[in-house]
């Protein structure tokens, strides 16, 4: 490499900091130095599988009417763990940019990479990667511990069945991109605790709000809130009064990309 290339890159550097693989790459080393990264995907992993196995052992299906054991749907109840592992990996989420605004860290990465968006950009891909496959891996482990786990006379399902791979899979995407909200929110916010409980209460808070509503208004808000369109997502026998799973799923995206766009916003306009 010439001397000529090497004042170019120190000038491209000081002139607009780091590209997007290089910041990526430091993205990728502050998470997965951190151990608290791997305790989350950890507690995250063993709560899809081992509540998988708990909810399905209790199936009464014996007991079941027969419009019941019409609408028993073996796949779908693998994944209660979900109801703590959005909460776990959204918590990963704001964890991956809040923990740098209370250590000071922050001021260090928007110094070498001044380009606030890119920085976002490179957390999102980098934890998006990594919660994406710890989501699919514990969605899959999830559904043969449940299968294995059901009784003899009930119907098993198998990843050859219509609708139940897609069914796994989205249960992997889902808990990712809680994730990605969370690191929207977090980069808005600024602060672990408030993040947290934004989080907490749009996945567990604003779907009560509508309780006292009409049923039609019930109806029409699980297709629009995150924790009631999981369980769309992840039912192989369509659910009432619910749009198609891979519409939810494409509605999810757009969240996850809005809290993004909005986190980026915020880290543009407002001083570290």
């Known amino acids: 490499m010439t001397t000529a290339t090497l004042s170019h890159r120190r000038a491209s550097h000081s002139r607009g900091g780091y ?24 507690v995250f992993a063993v709560s899809m599988v081992g509540l998988a196995m708990v909810a ?6 014996a007991q079941m ?25 959204g918590a990963l989420g704001v964890l991956a940019i809040t923990t740098e605004f ?13 380009r606030r968006p890119l920085v976002l950009a490179a957390k999102a891909a980098v934890l998006g990667a990594v919660t994406l496959a710890a989501g699919e891996i514990s969605a899959c482990a999830a559904f043969v511990a449940g299968q294995a786990a059901l009784p003899a006379p009930v119907p098993h399902a198998t990843f050859g069945q219509p609708g139940v791979l897609r069914a796994v899979l989205m249960a992997g995407a889902y808990p990712a991109l809680i994730a990605l909200i969370g690191l929207g929110v977090g980069a808005i916010v600024r602060h672990t605790a408030g993040a947290i409980c934004v989080e907490v209460g749009v996945l567990f808070v604003l779907p009560l709000l509508f309780t006292p509503l009409s049923l039609s208004a019930q109806d029409a808000a699980q ?3 995150p924790h009631p369109m999981a369980n769309s997502m992840t039912a192989v026998k369509p659910l009432a009064h619910t749009l198609p799973p891979g519409l939810i799923f494409a509605l999810l995206c757009g969240y996850a990309a809005a809290a993004l766009a909005a986190g980026a916003w915020a880290l543009s306009r407002r001083d570290a």
């Open 102 to 114: 209370s250590s000071g860290m922050i001021r260090a990465t928007f110094a070498a990479a001044p």
């Open 19 to 42: 590209g997007f693989r290089t910041v990526a790459r430091m993205e990728w080393r502050k998470l997965c130095t951190v151990r608290s990264t791997w305790w989350i995907i950890a």
């Open 56 to 61: 399905v052992s209790h199936e009464g299906y």
């Open 65 to 89: 009417s027969a419009a019941d054991r019409a609408a028993f749907d073996p796949t779908h109840d693998c994944f209660i763990g979900l109801v703590l592992g959005q909460l776990l990996l």
């Open 223 to 225: 297709n629009f809130l």
